[in-house]
C-alpha cells in the first residue's frame, strides 16, 4: 500500500509538477491567523524549513479531491498511509528545494507569471468568473498573483531540478515491450476512442466605431477627473469594467511585473498623484493613477472601459476562414499545418501546425471525453480523416478575459475503442513504461540526497516513511 501511494503522489505531485490547487487550497493564500494557529504545530523540520500539521493536512484534502474529480464513481477516503505518504512528499520537496539552490537552479520572473497566469484561469473557470475568485479570496486577481509568487517559483524550481535529473532517462523498445508483455491479458485495459485535431483560430476585429468609442469614453472620464474634479474612485465605482470597480479601482501595492507591459510602462512614469494618458491594453482603455511606489510595487487606482464584446466584426474572421479552409481543401501543395502557421492567432497551436496535444498527457491522441465541449460538438460532425470543418464559433480564456473567436478544425486521425496492444498504443505504453523507470531513478536519488540534508520529525513517524533521518 505504502509503495502504491508513494507512486500516485509521485506521478500527481512530482513527474506533472505538483502544481494541482483546488478552489480550496487556492483560497487557503487568504486564511488569516486566527483560531486555527494555535492549534497547529511543528511536526517535521528541514534544514531551516519547518511543517505544520495544517499544512499536510491541507495537502490531502487536495489530494483526495483531485482523485474524487478524476474518477467520481470510485470512493477515495482518507487513511494514515496517505497522509504519511503526503508528508513524505513535502519533506521530499524541501530536500530537492535546497539541493536545487545549492546547485543555482533559478527560474524566470516571466516563466513564474506565465504559470501562475496558467493556474489562475483555471480556477476561474472552476468558480466561472473573475468576481466569483475575488470574493472567494477577499482580493484582486491582481493581488492574488503577487500572492501566489514565491510558493510558486519554488515548486517551478523543483520541478527543473528534478527533470535535469530525468531528461538523460530513456527507455528502448525491448523494454517497453518486457513491461507490455509482464501485463497480464486480462488486466490490459481498453482504451477509449481518441482523436488528432488540428485547428486554425482567427479572432474578429472589433469594430472601428466600437473601439472608437471606448476610448472616447476613457478619454471623457479621464477629462472629467484632470479638468472637472471628479474623483477616479467614483468614476470607477460607476464606469470602470474592471474586477475592482468596487473598490473604487485600487489594486493595492503589487510588483510591477505583474501588469501587463503597457500598464506597468504608463504607471511606472507617474509621479504619485498623477493620472495617466489613456492607455490601450489588451484588456481595453485605462485611465492610471499612482498612488505609491516603494521599489518595484505601485499601488494605483485606475478606470477600464472595455471594448464591447459584440462590437466585433465576426464576418472578418468568418470569411477569412472560409478562404484558408477553401485554399487547403482545392489545392494539393498547401498543408492545414503550413496555413495553421502563417494564419492562425492561436499563440500556443499555431507554432506546431495548428496541433492540439492532451493537456494531461501531452499526447498527440486526445480521448474524446477530455476534449472541451465546443470542440467535441466540431468532432462528432467529421467522420473522415482529413476532414476539416465550417468555421465554429468559440470563446478563448474565461471571465473578464474570455474572447469570442472562430476556428476551423481538421480531423487528422481517429482510433476507436479497443484492447491495448502494442501496435496501436506504443506510444502510450511507453511513456508508461518510462514513468516507472524514471520513478524508480527518482527515488534511488532522492534516498541519497536526503543523506546530505538535516531532517528531523516532531511525531513519531512510522519507519518505511520516515527512511533516512539526521
Do not use: C
Amino acid at each position: 500500500m505504502n509503495n502504491i501511494l508513494r507512486y500516485s503522489l509521485f506521478v500527481l505531485m512530482a513527474v506533472v509538477g505538483s502544481f494541482y490547487i483546488s478552489a480550496p487550497a487556492f483560497a487557503q493564500s487568504n486564511q488569516n491567523n486566527g483560531n486555527k494557529k494555535t492549534l497547529d504545530r511543528i511536526i517535521a523540520v528541514v534544514n531551516d524549513h519547518s511543517i505544520l500539521k495544517s499544512e499536510v493536512d491541507q495537502q490531502v484534502a487536495d489530494y483526495l479531491l483531485q482523485l474524487r474529480r478524476n474518477s467520481p464513481q470510485r470512493e477515495v477516503e482518507f487513511s494514515k498511509d496517505l497522509w504519511y505518504s503526503v508528508l513524505q512528499n513535502i519533506v521530499e520537496r524541501y530536500v530537492l528545494l535546497d539541493k536545487a539552490r545549492e546547485d543555482s537552479v533559478t527560474i524566470s520572473d516571466d516563466q513564474v507569471d506565465q504559470r501562475i497566469n496558467q493556474r489562475i484561469d483555471q480556477v476561474v473557470q472552476q468558480l466561472g468568473s473573475e468576481q466569483a475568485v475575488e470574493q472567494r479570496m477577499g482580493k484582486s486577481i491582481v493581488q492574488l498573483r503577487a500572492d501566489l509568487r514565491q510558493s510558486y517559483r519554488e515548486e517551478m524550481i523543483v520541478q527543473k531540478y528534478r527533470q535535469q535529473e530525468m531528461q538523460n532517462i530513456r527507455i528502448t523498445r525491448p523494454e517497453v515491450k518486457d513491461y507490455f508483455e509482464r501485463i497480464p491479458q486480462d488486466s490490459l485495459p481498453t482504451v477509449p476512442e481518441q482523436v488528432a485535431v488540428s485547428q486554425i483560430v482567427k479572432i474578429p476585429p472589433p469594430l472601428e466605431d466600437a473601439e472608437k468609442e471606448a476610448r472616447q469614453l476613457a478619454e471623457q472620464l479621464r477629462d472629467s477627473v484632470i479638468n472637472h474634479g471628479k474623483s477616479i474612485e467614483e468614476l470607477a465605482r460607476r464606469h470602470s469594467d474592471g474586477p475592482s470597480a468596487g473598490d473604487g479601482g485600487e489594486l493595492g501595492m503589487i510588483p510591477i511585473g505583474d501588469f501587463v507591459p503597457e500598464y506597468s510602462a504608463a504607471a511606472s512614469a507617474l509621479q504619485p498623484g498623477e493620472i495617466s494618458e489613456v492607455v490601450k491594453t489588451s484588456f481595453g482603455y485605462h485611465v492610471i493613477r499612482l498612488n505609491k511606489r516603494v521599489g518595484d510595487e505601485i499601488d494605483t487606482n485606475h478606470i477600464l472601459i472595455s471594448v464591447d464584446q459584440e462590437s466585433y466584426d465576426t464576418q472578418v474572421a468568418i470569411d477569412a476562414l472560409n478562404a484558408i479552409r477553401d485554399s487547403v481543401l482545392t489545392n494539393p501543395d498547401i498543408t492545414f499545418a503550413e496555413m495553421a502557421r502563417k494564419h492562425s492567432e492561436d499563440p500556443q497551436t499555431a507554432p506546431q501546425g495548428g496541433r492540439l496535444m492532451d493537456p494531461q498527457t501531452g499526447n498527440r491522441l486526445i480521448p474524446l471525453s477530455r476534449l472541451d465541449p465546443a470542440m467535441y460538438r466540431i468532432v462528432l460532425l467529421l467522420e473522415e480523416e482529413g476532414q476539416i470543418s465550417e468555421p465554429k464559433q468559440f470563446n478563448t480564456g474565461s471571465g473578464n478575459n474570455a474572447q469570442t473567436a472562430y476556428r476551423i478544425v481538421r480531423l487528422d486521425r481517429r482510433v476507436p475503442e479497443h484492447r491495448a496492444n502494442l501496435e496501436q498504443d506504443y506510444e502510450q505504453i511507453k511513456n508508461i513504461a518510462l514513468q516507472q523507470k524514471q520513478y524508480r531513478f527518482m527515488r534511488n536519488w532522492i534516498d541519497n540526497l536526503r543523506e546530505e540534508v538535516y531532517i528531523e520529525y516532531k511525531i513519531p513517524v512510522p519507519e518505511q516513511f520516515a527512511q533516512q533521518t539526521q
